[in-house]
């Protein structure tokens, strides 16, 4: 349990040193970024697609 927390911690405290360094500009510019669109492949894009139709 101790060395998770410690973990959780040390990812917390160098996220924190990242966006430090970043400045205002760079951190609007991810903001406008689509997360959600990424690259789909043929194979995922035929997922939900009933083939009885």
Do not use: W
């Not at 970043?22 to 689509?34: K, T, V």
């Amino acid at each position: 349990m101790k060395k998770g927390r410690h973990r959780r911690y040390e990812e917390a405290r160098a996220l924190k040193q990242t966006v430090h360094n970043d400045n205002i500009e760079s951190l609007f510019d991810r903001l406008d970024d689509d997360p959600f669109d990424l690259p789909v492949t043929e194979e995922a894009s035929l997922v939900g697609v009933d083939d009885d139709e």
